[in-house]
């Protein structure tokens, strides 16, 4: 189970992290090859771009699960807590209808793609397959992210609570 644990809290991160070196690495070789060498990687611009587009999708399921996507919250401030976390559950069901339809109908995509990139000729499957990846992680992190707000929504409603604000 700690395994479980370790991947659930750090599992974005760390490809994030490898994701963000790889391409570093990648054009920082190319700036190199191209000024000190005057020669340049004929790979390196197109998987620094594949890399990107995984960095990209994956960097959507760690910011749902950080809560640190960009919203606009002005209408959810008129209500009191019980209202934004059902306004918040509303929108988190939205955004998993979206991550389900993209999953789905790009998994049908990956299926389909049949070529090979230019230069390094690697499957392009791979490479369409990133927003499946992503936005099942993000599916993922909805849920938890649902069951969180419904268990904090259970809270309030518990007749206790309501017994301690009254006696407050």
Request: aromatic residues 14%; positive net charge; hydrophobic residues 55%.
């Amino acid at each position: 189970m700690k395994i479980v644990k370790w991947l659930d809290e750090h599992f974005e991160e760390y490809l994030l992290i490898l994701l963000s070196i790889f391409t570093v690495v990648v054009i920082f070789s190319q700036v190199v090859m191209r000024y000190a060498f005057s020669n340049s990687l004929s790979w390196s611009e197109e998987i620094a771009r594949y890399a990107f587009i995984w960095l990209i999708y994956i960097g959507v399921s760690f910011g749902v699960k950080k809560k640190k996507h960009l919203g606009v919250d002005a209408f959810t401030l008129l209500f009191e807590r019980k209202g934004q976390l059902i306004i918040g559950m509303l929108a988190n069901l939205a955004f998993l209808v979206f991550a389900a339809v993209i999953s789905y109908y790009g998994y049908d995509i990956v299926l389909r793609v049949t070529r090979l990139s230019a230069a390094i000729e690697l499957p392009l499957k791979w490479v369409y397959a990133a927003p499946v990846f992503g936005m099942i992680l993000t599916a993922i992190r909805l849920i938890q992210n649902i069951t969180l707000e419904f268990r904090e929504l259970k809270q309030i409603n518990q007749p206790e609570n309501k017994l301690k604000e009254e006696a407050v």
